[in-house]
């Protein structure tokens, strides 16, 4: 009995010497997955400290000579492009948002991210997803009879507070897993609906105030394609042997803004023109919002709506944080490409929060909250790229001048001189920039490329290619998926459901996780490799926030 007993508490000690054991492990173990995760804030704290020793150096460095063309053809390419999404919003929300509200959101985003943003290469302004999420908006609380600009104004407070909260919590890092599968066909969807609005720009060239007007149309349609067909190939200058170096180079860097220039001018010329009333870019009052429904004498847009239309703003608010989280962060990734040979650090975090306070003063201004542009984010990039005679990158000139002073050229376009200026542009002219913009994306986007590589006589193919290294059948699957995406973004966006358009978006990148089970790692390294240099995406590892 006491050998039983003896043997019964020695097997109770060393069943509680387990347990304790057990518990001291499971312990361990939780601290340890707590000790891991970043603390709050650390990603800002951490952006911070890394861009703020060169924030007087990004001043400096703007004495290039490479800043003077960017500024000019970023201003053009950020301008007319936001005058029609304008338009568009003037049309589907009654008249509420017109050209001033437009260009007061370009120049608060150019301005405050130009001088304040940790990544000054990212240009911001009104997009043509945020103008379809806020006249789809419009149309579904028209039946609540409540204040459009109160209303908005709760949509982006509520943003606001959650894009604080998500760059305080250290979220922005799930953008390390974001791949240039997902960048490819978001910028295969921009250059692709910047067509399709050059077109539908045309279109209503054929009709004013209900009356038919075959000439203006057909006249409209000339002068467009005219100016894209001059307009692209100063910009493809650069890859033909004509010309000396430098000219080549002048030539591709003013070519949008003689453009616009030239050919608005071209209408004016006489002859058969006199007798064609072209449709020009609508102005309003200097410095003086749109809208009818709001007190001009003001920007300050709030108006009281009930309580209960503050939380049918909530999911609202959620949904343009998603919609922001990924445009604006894949625009900054799309901006800092591996092969502009950047050498700054990126602050991801820090940017996103700033994303928030700027989408907070947009509804309080009554404006479209500005955020990341593409394709004008690494266009903006690719003007200050200084190369070689052979076209290959020698460096980037990153500095906070172009975004900051394109930004106040924007500002004051709403002068009442610079507004007439603007009234003077045919619209036919603006389509044209749609059509060089988009087709000049085109020619550089990656699955465009692919298409072409997959129908290139194999004799012709640089022996030397990549792509040939990929067997045919996961080519064809990749390629397939790329444009699966392309069509569900594109598709969306004509419907009633375009609201869910940032879901479609997480979707693409959700999709490219699952790519390791699918394709190899030397496939991965050639059909879906990392957007950035592992510099610029440090901070978004939380290995590095622990530190």
Not at 69 to 92: G, H, K
Not at 275 to 304: C, G, M, V
Not at 469 to 478: D, G, N
């Amino acid at each position: 009995m006491r050998l039983i007993s003896t043997l019964s508490n020695s097997e109770d000690t060393s069943t509680a010497g387990k347990a304790d054991q057990d518990v001291e492990i499971s312990g361990g173990r939780r601290r340890k997955m707590l000790t891991s995760m970043p603390f709050p804030c650390a990603g800002i704290m951490k952006d911070f400290r890394d861009r703020l020793p060169l924030y007087w150096l990004d001043w400096t460095d703007s004495w290039d000579y490479r800043v003077i063309p960017s500024v000019v053809e970023t201003y053009f390419n950020n301008l007319l492009p936001a005058i029609a999404f304008a338009q568009d919003m003037f049309d589907r929300t009654n008249r509420s948002y017109g050209v001033n509200e437009v260009l007061l959101a370009s120049a608060v985003g150019g301005v405050v991210f130009g001088a304040l943003s940790g990544q000054p290469l990212c240009i911001v302004g009104v997009t043509g997803p945020i103008s379809i999420f806020n006249y789809t908006i419009y149309d579904i609380i028209k039946p609540l009879n409540t204040d459009y600009f109160g209303f908005m104004f709760w949509v982006c407070i509520w943003s606001m507070i959650f894009h604080f909260l998500m760059a305080a919590l250290n979220t922005v890092c799930l953008l390390q897993y974001v791949t240039t599968f997902p960048c490819d066909i978001f910028g295969l969807f921009i250059n692709v609906v910047y067509v399709q609005k050059g077109i539908q720009i045309l279109t209503r060239q054929f009709h004013e105030d209900g009356e038919l007007k075959l000439k203006e149309g057909y006249a409209s349609i000339v002068v467009a394609l005219v100016m894209t067909i001059f307009g692209l190939s100063a910009k493809l200058v650069v890859r033909t042997p004509f010309f000396s170096h430098k000219i080549r180079t002048f030539i591709a860097d003013y070519s949008t803004a003689l453009s616009v220039v030239f050919w608005s001018a071209f209408t004016h010329f006489g002859g058969y023109l006199d007798d064609i009333d072209l449709q020009r870019l609508p102005i309003t009052k200097a410095f003086h919002p749109t809208s009818a429904f709001r007190n001009r004498d003001t920007w300050l847009a709030y108006a009281e709506i009930p309580t209960k239309d503050i939380f049918i703003a909530l999911p609202f608010g959620i949904i343009l944080t998603i919609l922001f989280y990924f445009d604006h962060n894949v625009s900054s990734l799309m901006a800092q490409r591996a092969e502009y040979k950047l050498t700054k650090p990126s602050t991801f975090h820090f940017d996103f929060a700033l994303l928030g306070a700027t989408t907070g003063v947009s509804g309080v201004l009554g404006i479209p909250a500005p955020n990341g542009l593409i394709p004008q984010a690494p266009l903006h990039t690719e003007t200050l790229l200084v190369r070689d005679k052979t076209g290959d990158v020698v460096r980037c000139v990153e500095q906070r001048f172009t975004n900051t002073v394109q930004g106040l050229m924007t500002l004051a376009t709403m002068s009442r001189p610079l507004l007439v200026c603007l009234g003077q542009i045919p619209q036919a002219v603006l389509a044209g920039l749609f059509f060089i913009m988009g087709l000049n994306g085109l020619l550089n986007n990656a699955i465009v490329g692919r298409i072409c590589f997959l129908i290139t006589d194999p004799s012709k193919l640089d022996p030397g290619e990549p792509l040939s290294r990929v067997p045919l059948r996961k080519f064809l699957i990749f390629l397939a998926l790329s444009l699966a995406g392309f069509a569900a973004e594109f598709s969306i966006t004509n419907t009633v459901g375009a609201i869910g358009f940032p879901i479609v978006l997480l979707l693409t990148v959700i999709v490219s996780l699952f790519f390791p089970k699918w394709f190899t790692p030397d496939e991965l390294s050639i059909l879906d490799a990392n957007v950035a240099e592992d510099f610029t995406l440090k901070n978004l590892k939380t290995d590095v926030l622990r530190k």
